[in-house]
């Protein structure tokens, strides 16, 4: 099922309802966002500059750090009385990034996240499970909003607690499972060590997952997992554009389409800056269009992919963009949860028992991200009292998870036995490969 007609216009008229969009949001961003009409003043260009889609490369970049310099609200354009709601992802320092609705933009997301939700085959017959952690992310409420917009009876979940998990998806008959795609690969595989075999014994058919990357690959263990007959998506969003809702995979599995009547997405190379031809892999940049809460333009997204334009046997005429091959900056995704190292310096700098040189190792064990920070003490008479070292571990852990919202391992080595560098220093393993 296709949710609106504005999937399937010809080019012409997608691009028509951009242009009319593009130019009302300009105008609106310029008269209501103080920081960005300072921007678009010191680069010389005005709303009425903008006569074609071409126009777009003369307005200013958007960067997260703009969320920092301004937080939590300056890049707000509604005064605060006509947010109806709040989300948060993780900023580059201890302080997030907030994001804001308007009644009508909950609409508008919701809308767009029912469109994905119909591209990877929900209908009002379906159970869904949100396997996504509620709190803050954006990700959880905006699949159970766009769910429920198409009649689907939604679970709200949350995450963790696997016995639960399986308990409701037996109970409840579910058929559709939203969650990070490691997450649902860890509980396909509990699944089966506990002698259920999904095919048979579940009704679950369908996966609309996100939130962070799904390889090939992952895609394949997926279906070894739950079986032939589960048929999953990833989707792509984030939260200052309004969560999950930018782009969605049909059910013909290649690439994501884009809201293009919402959102216009351009690829940059992140070092020129320069726009880059259609085709061609770079950094998405995402332009908000009728938002009124947070209307960004030019928003810097740092995830690498390509757009494809040639028309899809879905009926959907949205371009699409690829699988994120990975981050312009140094933005780790981890369980779902974005992750700076910059965060995690700030939390162990502040501690008087530890030196500022720290390594980070991110793995995946039994299908889950883990990382490990090393850090070196300053002082290497700790490693004999086992109590004090015990004491400092739980301390320093505690304040890392409440800063990234995240469980970390820990690892206290004595002074001086971490790699020192001479360059730009590489504090940062990725070891997981294929998303596996
Ligand atoms: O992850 C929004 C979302 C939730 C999208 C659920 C889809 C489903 P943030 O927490 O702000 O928002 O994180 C955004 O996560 O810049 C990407 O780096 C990464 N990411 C999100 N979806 C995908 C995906 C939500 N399908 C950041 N593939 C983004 C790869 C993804 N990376």
Avoid at 42 to 65: M, N, Q, R, S
Avoid at 299 to 319: A, V
Wanted: charged share 30%.
């Amino acid at each position: 099922m296709i949710w609106a007609k504005e999937e399937t216009l010809p080019r012409d008229e997608i691009e028509a309802i951009q242009l009319r969009k593009l130019g009302e949001t300009v105008r609106y961003i310029y008269g209501r966002v103080k920081p960005y009409r300072d921007k678009m003043d010191a680069a010389g260009v005005k709303p009425e500059d903008i006569h074609t889609l071409d126009d777009l490369k003369k307005l200013p970049f958007t960067y997260k750090a703009d969320f920092k310099d301004h937080y939590p609200d300056g890049l707000f354009a509604v005064d605060k009385k006509e947010i109806v709601r709040y989300h948060a992802s993780s900023g580059t320092t201890g302080k997030p990034t907030v994001v804001g609705y308007t009644r009508n933009d909950l609409d508008m997301w919701l809308n767009n996240v029912a469109r994905l939700a119909c591209m990877g085959g929900a209908t009002a017959d379906d159970v869904a499970q949100i396997s996504f952690g509620y709190g803050t992310f954006t990700g959880a409420l905006g699949l159970h909003g766009g769910l429920e917009k198409i009649g689907a009876s939604v679970i709200p979940m949350s995450s963790g607690n696997t016995n639960k998990q399986i308990m409701f998806l037996q109970d409840m008959e579910v058929t559709l499972l939203v969650a990070t795609p490691s997450y649902a690969l860890h509980l396909g595989e509990e699944i089966r060590r506990r002698g259920i075999d999904p095919s048979k014994d579940l009704k679950l058919h369908i996966g609309l997952f996100g939130g962070e990357g799904m390889t090939e690959p992952m895609r394949d263990e997926m279906h070894k997992v739950w079986g032939d007959q589960f048929v999953c998506t990833q989707n792509y969003g984030m939260s200052e554009l309004c969560g999950p809702g930018v782009a969605g995979e049909c059910t013909e599995l290649c690439g994501m389409h884009v809201n293009e009547d919402w959102f216009i997405p351009e690829i940059i190379d992140p070092k020129t800056e320069e726009v880059l031809p259609p085709g061609e892999r770079g950094e998405l940049v995402v332009t908000c269009l009728g938002k009124e809460a947070l209307p960004l333009v030019r928003y810097r997204t740092g995830d690498m992919t390509r757009l494809m334009y040639e028309p899809c046997k879905c009926g959907r005429t949205t371009c699409r963009m690829e699988n994120i091959s990975g981050r312009a900056d140094d933005m780790l995704v981890i369980r779902g949860v974005n992750v700076f190292p910059t965060q995690i310096e700030e939390v162990l700098l502040k501690i008087d028992e530890i030196g500022p040189h720290y390594e980070i190792l991110v793995e995946r064990k039994n299908r889950l991200d883990v990382m490990t920070i090393t850090v070196e003490l300053i002082d290497d008479r700790l490693l004999d009292s086992y109590a004090q070292l015990g004491k400092l571990e739980e301390r320093i852990k505690t304040a890392l998870k409440s800063q990234l919202g995240l469980a970390t391992q820990l690892r206290l080595v004595a002074p001086n036995s971490l790699q020192r560098f001479e360059g730009k220093a590489k504090r940062v393993t990725d070891l997981r490969k294929d998303g596996l």
